[in-house]
């Protein structure tokens, strides 16, 4: 990485018994083999750990793409790599607000970007409060308006990019529909506002799967 670049983690830490997204159960974290265990299979002072973890792909910050929505839709394995990393990238700002419209969009190339939203729900993250009612989402609207323009990717720094309370969930679907994959669950977009940044949010290609953790991440310009 340049000197000139800084790098900003855009992802939450998954830890054992988590929750991320209310219903769901959190990851169990565990050794499939201890040091302990493993000192008897190896020479004096030599010693490994191979851990174990269960979980549900939707833990932590994730990705889904159009198999998540659609049934026989692409799935992680079939969606290029391309699609998750080194996009340029953009991030508006939508704080105090629940309904995000298009007007937030308005005079933003996103076409092919990776068009990150900052809500700054993430404050709530490992708290009640984060899974409420009143958090913040994409409306239809704003989807179709995403939709028509196509950019590479869409993130958000909530607990769903839709309204929870509605169950025809319209960002997703049209979202999806269009090939264009959501990160949901990020953390630290203030960090990117204003710069100029490639993100990247490679999930593992897991076939027959439409959704799964990433570590997402910005390369930020120097601009001092």
């Not at 969009?105 to 984060?130: C, M, N, R, S």
């Amino acid at each position: 990485m340049s000197s000139k670049r800084k790098l900003v983690d855009l992802s939450h830490v998954v830890r054992h018994g988590m929750t991320t997204y209310p219903g769901l159960p959190g990851p169990v974290i565990e050794d499939h083999m201890s040091f302990v265990d493993s000192r008897p299979k190896y020479s004096p002072g030599t010693e490994f750990q191979i851990g174990r973890i269960t979980l549900v792909a939707n833990t932590g910050t994730y990705v889904d793409v159009p198999s998540h929505r659609f049934d026989g839709g692409a799935d992680l394995s079939e969606v290029p790599l391309s699609t998750f990393v080194d996009l340029e990238g953009v991030v508006v700002s939508a704080t105090g607000r629940a309904g995000i419209g298009p007007e937030v969009f308005e005079g933003i190339d996103v076409t092919d970007k990776a068009v990150l939203v900052h809500t700054g729900w993430d404050q709530h993250w490992g708290t009640p409060a984060y899974g409420d009612a009143g958090h913040p989402f994409l409306t239809a609207e704003a989807t179709a308006w995403l939709a028509e323009r196509r950019p590479a990717i869409v993130g958000i720094d909530s607990v769903n990019i839709d309204d929870m309370a509605d169950l025809g969930r319209p960002a997703h679907t049209g979202l999806l529909h269009a090939g264009i994959p959501c990160v949901e669950h990020m953390t630290g977009l203030e960090q990117v506002v204003g710069t100029r940044f490639r993100f990247h949010a490679a999930p593992i290609a897991v076939a027959g799967m439409g959704t799964f953790s990433v570590r997402a991440y910005a390369l930020v310009d120097d601009q001092g």
